[in-house]
Nanobody, 124 residues
Framework: QVQLIESGGGAMQAGGSLRLSCVVS????????MAWSRQAPGKEREIVAA????????NYADSVKGRFTISRDNAKNTVYLQMNNLKPEDTAVYYC?????????????????WGQGTQVTVSS
């Protein structure tokens, strides 16, 4: 059974940092591109960061570029999202997602495996 389990969310003041983790099981992790997505109340889900299966390539949404860093450890079947200089508009449920075929895109519909999400709340 495939599982993607996120952790590391919480409440933070603006300007602070958080690191999210997603541990993946039930698939060959090193062959999947991975991504972090978020969904705020009343808004569509968006991919904020994606990384290729090898970790050699990464893409970021403009809204987080320069503040968020995605990384992965294929030996630990884990993908991370380091979030710095958090803003209130970063408040959302954050999900990790996996894509068997792609290079790691910013397109939500390219991903077919999803975790349950972890809440991130940033206050001003």
């Amino acid at each position: 059974q495939v599982q993607l389990i996120e952790s590391g969310g919480g409440a933070m003041q603006a300007g602070g940092s958080l690191r999210l983790s997603c541990v993946v099981s039930g698939l060959t992790f090193s062959t999947y591109a991975m991504a972090w997505s978020r969904q705020a109340p009343g808004k569509e889900r968006e991919i904020v960061a994606a990384i290729s299966s090898s970790g050699a390539g990464a893409n970021y949404a403009d809204s987080v570029k320069g503040r968020f860093t995605i990384s992965r450890d294929n030996a630990k079947n884990t993908v991370y999202l380091q979030m710095n200089n958090l803003k209130p508009e970063d408040t959302a449920v954050y999900y990790c997602a996996a894509d068997r075929r792609g290079p790691g895109t910013l397109v939500v519909y390219d991903y077919d495996l999803w975790g349950q999400g972890t809440q991130v709340t940033v206050s001003s």
